[in-house]
């Protein structure tokens, strides 16, 4: 963990993992309101520093130039968007959300701190309870140290303060647990385009033209006789001619006809989560005094 001492070395520094890649530069350092001691840094990631993501630095380490963080250059990238307020306050529920990003449990975080005798908190166990939310940013002063964030505020370990050291009976807190609910983003299947080739038969009528033998019979006449009496009066004879016809002959050829490709699409639907969650109740119980009691305590 950094130390106040050491904010000034960090501020506008290169901030790295644990892998040695850079994630980028730290911008601001929030301490927190009751033990004053630096919880989180922003780092500005991007191209051109145009976002900006909160790291834990309670495991982080100053090395030579640079702050190293032992988380991936892709989880603090990854991290939740945060907002802080118009005070420089993150509130208890985006800390909380930063939390859980990170894997901290609450309790952890809570049992670092233990309220003294004379009221404040130190570093030590102490008991559970809700977090409180971060302070204002620290920003260099001129002794080269962050000034600590503002405590105004209402805080979870305030809370957890007034329960401890509660001597007005009348009076509790009630706490309860909120659900959060993100989103993942997973492979839910694949999807591919396959060409394969089918048979299928068609049909096409065409013309088609064949030749037939068909006796024609003529008279002689005068001018064709001297033709039909020449060769022998009386004989045998044959005369051949050849037929054609036409038939149909199938070729065929490979021609574009269309191109087929696939697109995404995102649908956006409604899916209701259901969770249990814990809540207190408090009851109020009353306990009549008999009169004999009464009588007796007066005498």
């Given at each position: 963990m950094i130390t106040r001492e050491e904010i000034a070395n960090v501020l506008d520094q290169p901030v790295y993992d644990g892998d040695g890649n850079k994630i980028g530069d730290a911008k601001h350092v929030f301490f927190d309101d009751m033990t004053g001691r630096p919880e989180w840094v922003s780092v500005k990631t991007g191209m051109l520093g145009s976002s900006e993501s909160f790291v834990p630095v309670r495991d982080a380490a100053l090395v030579q130039d640079h702050l190293e963080v032992p988380y991936g250059k892709d989880q603090v990238k990854g991290a939740p968007s945060v907002d802080v307020d118009a005070g420089g306050?993150?509130?208890?529920?985006?800390e909380h959300r930063l939390y859980d990003y990170y894997g901290i449990n609450f309790d952890s975080v809570l049992s670092e701190a233990e309220r003294t005798d004379d009221g404040r908190w130190a570093a030590g166990p102490g008991a559970a309870g809700t977090v409180g939310a971060a302070g204002t940013v620290g920003a260099a002063g001129p002794a080269g140290t962050g000034q600590a964030g503002t405590a105004g505020g209402t805080t979870g370990r305030e809370d957890a303060w007034d329960r401890a050291d509660m001597t007005d009976e009348s009076a509790m807190t009630r706490s309860e647990e909120q659900m959060h609910v993100g989103v993942e983003r997973r492979e839910s299947g694949r999807a591919r385009l396959r060409k394969y080739v089918v048979t299928e038969e068609v049909q096409q009528t065409v013309p088609?033209?064949?030749?037939?033998?068909?006796?024609?019979?003529?008279p002689i006449t005068d001018a064709d006789r001297d033709e039909?009496?020449?060769g022998p009066e009386i004989s045998e004879a044959e005369h051949e001619v050849t037929l054609h016809a036409e038939r149909p002959v199938v070729e065929t050829e490979t021609v574009p006809v269309e191109r087929?490709?696939?697109t995404m699409e995102e649908h956006t639907e409604n899916e209701t989560v259901r969770g249990q969650v814990r809540k207190e109740r408090i009851e109020a119980e009353t306990?009549?005094?008999e009169e004999d009691?009464?009588?007796?305590?007066?005498?």
């Open positions: 306050h993150l509130s208890e529920s985006e088609v033209t064949h030749e037939e033998v068909r006796v024609v019979r003529e039909a009496l020449a087929v490709r696939m306990e009549l005094i009691d009464m009588r007796r305590d007066r005498e």
